[in-house]
Nanobody, 116 residues
Framework: EVQLQASGGGLVQAGGSLRLSCAASGLSFDDHAIGWFRQAPGKEREGVSCISSSDGSTYYADSVKGRFTISSDNAKNTVYLQMSSLEREDTGVYFC?????????WGQGTLVTVSS
């Protein structure tokens, strides 16, 4: 059974930092793309960042470029999202998703709250 465990969320003041982790079990990150999405209250889920485990290429939404950094530790089957210079607009539930040839899987989400 594939499971994704997202963690690292919490309450932080604007301008602060958090690091989210997404640990996978039941699959290997090899040849997968792993992404972070977020859903703010009353809004649709949106893509934040993703990384390819095969070549390390990354993608960032314009709203987080220069502030967030995604990285992957394939040996630990864990992906990280380092978030800096957090803004109130970054508040939401953050989900990780793994996409591979055999299917895609969502984690349960971790709440990030940025206060002013």
């Amino acid at each position: 059974e594939v499971q994704l465990q997202a963690s690292g969320g919490g309450l932080v003041q604007a301008g602060g930092s958090l690091r989210l982790s997404c640990a996978a079990s039941g699959l290997s990150f090899d040849d997968h793309a792993i992404g972070w999405f977020r859903q703010a209250p009353g809004k649709e889920r949106e893509g934040v960042s993703c990384i390819s485990s095969s070549d390390g290429s990354t993608y960032y939404a314009d709203s987080v470029k220069g502030r967030f950094t995604i990285s992957s530790d394939n040996a630990k089957n864990t992906v990280y999202l380092q978030m800096s210079s957090l803004e109130r607009e970054d508040t939401g539930v953050y989900f990780c998703k793994v996409v591979g040839i055999l299917g895609s899987y969502w984690g349960q989400g971790t709440l990030v709250t940025v206060s002013s």
